[in-house]
Antibody, heavy 120, light 107 residues
């Protein structure tokens, strides 16, 4: 069955760095674009980044541009999010989600999320 | 960026009641509109894609309609297991954007 399992979230100080991972299984990873979406405590959903199946196209939300880096390793069926210069307002549960490659498909499956807390 | 305005932000209804949530996009998004359900501590679950297409295994008490900028999500007969927060989301353009969410409670 389809599985997306995020890991790497923890407590980090402001200005610190972190790398999140998303391990995919149960589907052909290269047939999918991948996204990161986050949710601050008690708040709504915020899309933050996208990477195409061959890493040729990468997009970021303005709120993380220049600080976060999305990447993927298709040989390992894994998605990553490098996070630098973390701020308190980056505190959130971070979800990875997949989108079938091609012309506009929905985010049809999400992982359970990993919590990042930025606090001194 | 496309803004998604969802209402109401919270809703209290009785079991068996018909429930409607609306979502308005700041520009025409054609039919690239999804509805998600999120229960506490869980990931969002895709219920409906492309305005009105029910995902496999999702109850047909749920339905969606609309076009262009105005969309509606309806639960025909509210059940206790429907208690959750519901989000609309556009994917016509990046950045994908979500409505603010509607928290549904049982009266």
């Amino acid at each position: 069955q389809v599985q997306l399992v995020e890991s790497g979230g923890r407590l980090v100080k402001p200005g610190g760095s972190l790398r999140l991972s998303c391990a995919a299984s149960g589907f052909t990873f290269t047939d999918y674009y991948m996204h990161w979406i986050r949710q601050a405590p008690g708040k709504g959903l915020e899309w933050i980044s996208y990477i195409s199946s061959n890493s040729g196209i990468i997009k970021y939300a303005d709120s993380v541009k220049g600080r976060f880096t999305i990447s993927r390793d298709n040989a390992k069926n894994s998605l990553y999010l490098g996070m630098n210069n973390l701020r308190a307002d980056d505190t959130a549960v971070y979800f990875c989600a997949r989108e079938a490659a091609g012309v506009l498909h929905p985010l049809d499956y999400w992982g359970q999320g990993t919590l990042v807390t930025v606090s001194s | 960026d496309i803004q998604m305005t969802q209402s109401p932000s919270s809703l209290s209804a009785s079991v068996g009641e018909r429930v409607t949530i609306t979502c308005q996009a700041s520009q025409d998004i054609t039919n690239y509109l999804n509805w998600f359900q999120q229960k506490p501590g869980k990931a969002p679950k895709l219920l409906i894609h492309d305005v009105s297409n029910l995902e496999t295994g999702v109850t047909n008490r749920f339905s969606g309609s609309g076009s262009g900028t105005d969309f509606t999500f309806t639960i025909s007969s509210l059940q206790p297991e429907d208690i959750a927060t519901y989000y609309c989301q556009q994917y016509d353009n990046l950045p994908y954007t979500f409505g603010q969410g509607t928290k549904l409670e049982i009266k």
